[in-house]
């Protein structure tokens, strides 16, 4: 079955500065790629997600790059405030019955 | 307000408790998922209802027994769990994917479940 790493699993940037949390998967079916947010005490929110056909999707500060070649994506935020300070989960699917293969998360801490 | 709303947000039962976790969705979703968060571990998957019809069970002990009652709403009951059934239990909803394509997922805040 597919297997979703993330690395590495905590991160700490100063405020204003960017960030970048990369993420490997083993299926090379898999084409759908999506990231989440969780804050303290609430679920896991969508913050942005691609899928196979493209190379890049960006909205606003942050931005996901895939290479299906080495398989793996990252998560790119720029100008990082404090409120983005969460965890942040990689998942992948092949889109088989909607299964979603999640990493096991990484901590972001922004410094002010 | 994320449009998936999970009761109760906090939860403790004993071992011989039978209790039960409610989802509500109010996106117009037609699929609902149940998952399991533990510390330092991926999201488990444990139920898929796709149309209120269960369309996956991963393995899952039967002391958790879902019910999809219909498209909106989703139970877990709880029975004679273990204290390692301890989490925070997820809900989350989509739109039924087609053939090879997934919908995103919209989660719920979780409950979190303490079995003592």
């Known amino acids: 079955g597919e297997n979703v790493e993330q690395h590495p699993s905590t991160l700490s940037v100063q405020e204003g500065d960017s960030a970048v949390i990369k993420c490997t998967y083993s299926d090379s079916a898999s084409n759908y790629f999506p990231w989440y947010k969780q804050e303290l005490g609430k679920g896991p929110q969508l913050i942005i997600d691609?899928?196979?056909?493209?190379g890049e999707k960006k909205d606003q500060r942050i931005a996901v790059t895939l290479n299906k070649t080495a398989k793996h994506f990252s998560l790119h935020i720029t100008e990082t405030q404090p409120e983005d300070s969460a965890v942040y989960f990689c998942a992948a699917s092949t889109g088989a019955n909607s299964k979603l293969t999640f990493g096991k998360g990484i901590t972001l801490s922004v410094r002010p | 307000e994320t449009g998936v709303t999970q009761t109760p947000r906090h939860l403790v039962m004993g071992m011989t408790n039978k209790k039960s976790l409610k989802c509500e969705q109010h996106l117009g979703h037609n699929a609902m998922y149940w998952y399991k968060q533990s510390a330092k571990k991926p999201l488990e998957l444990m139920f898929v209802?796709?149309?209120?019809?269960?369309?996956e069970n991963n393995s899952v002990p039967s002391r958790f027994s879902p019910e999809c009652p219909n498209s909106s709403h989703l139970f877990l009951h709880l029975h004679t769990l273990q204290p390692e059934d301890s989490a925070l239990y997820l809900c989350?909803?989509?739109?039924?994917?087609?053939?090879?394509?997934?919908?995103?997922?919209?989660f719920g805040n979780g409950t979190r479940l303490t079995v003592t």
């Open positions: 989350a909803s989509s739109l039924t994917p087609g053939q090879g394509f997934v919908s995103p997922l919209h």
């Open positions: 691609i899928r196979s056909n493209v």
């Open positions: 209802y796709s149309l209120e019809e269960r369309v």
